[in-house]
């Protein structure tokens, strides 16, 4: 079963074709960094406009380079939510209008799911109950997942996702947008316990996660020690990116402890993240982490093909006219 998976939640506008959910046989992704680089963040009316230009032709492409026909397409599976609401409405009027023209069906797929979904369809032997981490920039959650495709949140953010806190971080230590590759290109070779920086911790809430805190952290530090050198800069971004990721992966620890979890799944654009990916791999004998692969963690329309292939599946698709886009769609 071919389905065309069409993702256009925020500023990545991305188109994928994908076989019996699991062999990618083309994934198109088009980042508008540049675009939203001088504003240093996304803004959402251009965002939506590029959508707009763009995904027609990564969708032509995707067909042409998986050497199908629209015909050979059995289903359409498109990012609903949660996400940039004009945005959102791009790639799913544009799945609408598809499903009508070639008459196959339509899944409307929840973006954070699928985000750890990047991380199951690539691994053959992950055991459950695991705890599902999504790491991005617009989200940080944690769930308890019993078995695939069930999901209980356990916590999350209470200010910024994490990966937004890298990107305001890098703004600060005169980084370029987006910033999380750029802090960790930095942080190669800098002093990770010489500044001692603190994420927020909720009180009762073990698996919560605070990140805004550690910006003023950042910015005090910037404003004593500048003008920064090389050397400052590298070793801030190095301790900002070990007390970030340690928080994270005591929390994953903890929850995989208080569930019994038997495996840990991360998926989400910080999952690029190799010092994220060293320190859970530091405690793979005790519990194996499974991490999408890099070229999954960002968005991509490949995640979403590939999980809609199980909605199918399930009988999940809806008519074309039911299926409205939700910016604030949980999981
Ligand atoms: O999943 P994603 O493409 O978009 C959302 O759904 O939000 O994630 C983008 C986020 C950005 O905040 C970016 O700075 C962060 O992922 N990111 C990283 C790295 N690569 C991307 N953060 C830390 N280290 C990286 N290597
Ligand atoms: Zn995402």
């Excluded at 769930?143 to 990107?167: C, N, R, V, W």
């Excluded at 805190?213 to 950042?218: E, S």
């Amino acid at each position: 079963m071919n389905i065309l998976g069409i993702e256009t939640s925020c500023d990545d506008s991305a188109a994928a074709i994908v076989r019996d959910g699991k062999v990618i046989l083309s994934s198109q992704v088009a980042s508008q960094t540049e675009l939203h680089a001088p504003f240093g963040g996304v803004v959402p009316e251009l965002a939506s406009r590029r959508h707009v230009e763009i995904l027609p032709l990564l969708v032509d492409k995707a067909i042409e380079e998986s050497h199908l026909s629209l015909d050979a397409i059995d289903a359409i599976a498109v990012t609903y939510g949660p996400g940039l609401i004009g945005s959102l409405l791009v790639g799913l009027n544009y799945a609408k209008g598809l499903s009508f023209h070639i008459k196959k069906p339509l899944v409307g797929v929840n973006h954070v799911e699928a985000h750890l979904y990047a991380a199951l369809m690539s691994h053959e032997t992950i055991a459950f109950p695991a705890i599902g981490l999504v790491v991005s920039g617009g989200h940080t959650s944690l769930y308890f997942m019993e078995a695939p495709f069930s999901y209980k949140l356990i916590g999350q953010t209470f200010d910024d996702a994490l990966g937004e806190a890298f990107d305001k971080a890098a703004i600060l230590l005169g980084l370029s947008y987006p910033g999380g590759a750029e802090i960790e290109r930095v942080a190669k070779g800098g002093d990770k316990h010489r500044f001692m920086l603190k994420v927020g911790q909720i009180k009762n809430r073990p698996f919560d996660f605070s990140f805004s805190g550690i910006k003023t952290g950042v910015l005090n530090l910037v404003q004593k020690l500048s003008p920064l050198d090389d050397t400052l800069r590298s070793d801030i971004a190095a301790s900002f990116q070990h007390v970030c990721c340690r928080d994270v992966l005591q929390k994953c620890l903890l929850a995989a402890k208080e569930y019994s979890a038997r495996s840990i799944i991360v998926g989400g654009g910080v999952g690029q993240n190799q010092y994220l990916r060293e320190i859970f791999a530091q405690h793979s004998s005790a519990i194996p982490t499974f991490f999408a692969p890099k070229n999954l963690c960002m968005d991509n329309g490949a995640m979403i093909a590939a999980l809609g292939y199980h909605h199918v599946l399930r009988g999940g698709s809806v008519h074309p006219c039911e299926l409205e886009a939700e910016s604030r769609l949980s999981l």
